[in-house]
């Protein structure tokens, strides 16, 4: 070993061997997890990081407690502070990162079995990814309706709402419209219960961007095969990961991470042409 060898931690160790695993086509079913951390270098704040998250920045609102933002009794008698924060949240002014790339790429390379995000930006498909492959665990703002009668609420008004910072009522009974991003206290969406079986069905699993703190997405990565590595891509140890000989922790920035993954595996120039195209 010369003094121009990287260092021989662990991690470019296991690095390596993950990526020759998957060089040599081992895996062909990949199951990918996300959560707000693949999404902060596009300028979209996560929500529990202690400085930047979004939950330490919501004092203008006064809430009770943070979370209560997105807690449906709130909502149902304060709905003021979410519209006010919706239009800081809602999709359409930004770029998908290269995390989001990768998760294309790997859907190129047929090697996507489905991606489960937990976001609400939409930047996986915006990047890309098609629409069958995801399962939005927490909704997205792609619909909105009536929390009471359920009715669907035209697409163009809750824009002019959010836009105006105004709460919209239903037509049909004028109860409270929400967008279908899920809160606490709602059930998820069937998508989510109808695809919570493929993780077991996976052979590599990709975890990134998440705390891993909110059920039931959290427990999917422990559903995983108890045989199959599972590399998490963090800037913390999440979850119950390291407790498995097969885990792979990249600690740190998921951008950084992902062209360290694809750099070993021989793909950052085609990763880096596919990300310009965004
Ligand atoms: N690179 C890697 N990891 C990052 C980065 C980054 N650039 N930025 C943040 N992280 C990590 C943080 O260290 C943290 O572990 O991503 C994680 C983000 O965690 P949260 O802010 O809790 O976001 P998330 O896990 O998606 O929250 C889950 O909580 O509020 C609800 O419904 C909401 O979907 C959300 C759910």
Redesign the pocket.
């Known amino acids: 070993i010369d003094e121009h060898t990287p260092p021989d931690t662990l991690e470019s160790r296991t690095l390596e061997a993950l990526a020759k695993y998957i060089k040599d086509g081992e895996p062909k079913k990949i199951v990918v997890m996300?959560?707000?951390?693949?999404s902060?270098?596009a300028g979209i704040?996560?929500?529990?990081?202690p400085e930047?998250?979004?939950?330490a920045n919501l004092a203008k609102l006064n809430l009770p407690y943070a979370?209560a933002v997105?807690d449906i009794s709130f909502f149902r008698n304060n709905p003021e502070p979410f519209y006010t924060l919706a239009q800081e949240l809602y999709p359409g002014k930004y770029r998908p990162t290269i995390?989001h790339s990768f998760i294309k790429l790997l859907h190129d390379k047929g090697l996507l079995l489905k991606c489960f995000t937990?976001?609400?930006d939409t930047l996986e498909r915006e990047a890309g990814v098609p629409g069958d492959k995801m399962v939005e665990?927490?909704g997205s703002f792609a619909g909105q309706k009536c929390i009471e009668c359920r009715a669907p609420y035209p697409d163009a008004l809750i824009k002019i709402a959010i836009h105006e910072k105004t709460v919209p009522h239903c037509e049909a009974c004028n109860g409270l419209v929400k967008p279908n991003?899920?809160f606490?206290g709602e059930a998820l969406p069937e998508e989510f219960f109808l695809n919570r079986h493929l993780p077991a069905t996976a052979d590599l699993a990709i975890v990134?961007?998440?705390?891993?703190?909110?059920q039931p997405?959290?427990g999917l990565p422990s559903e995983c095969a108890p045989h199959i590595p599972r590399l998490l891509?963090?800037?913390?140890v999440?979850g119950d990961f390291g407790y498995r000989a097969d885990d792979v922790p990249l600690i740190?920035?998921?951008?950084?991470?992902v062209r360290a993954l694809a750099e070993a595996c021989g793909w950052l120039e085609e990763l880096e042409a596919l990300w310009a195209q965004t």
Not at 45 to 49: K, T
Not at 233 to 236: D, F, H, R, S, T
Not at 252 to 257: E, F, I, L, N, V
């Open positions: 996300t959560g707000a951390g693949i902060t270098s704040p996560d929500f529990r990081s930047t998250g979004l939950y979370e997105f995390t937990q976001n609400i665990a927490h991003i899920v606490f990134m961007g998440t705390s891993l703190t909110v997405f959290a891509i963090n800037k913390e999440v740190g920035d998921c951008d950084t991470g």
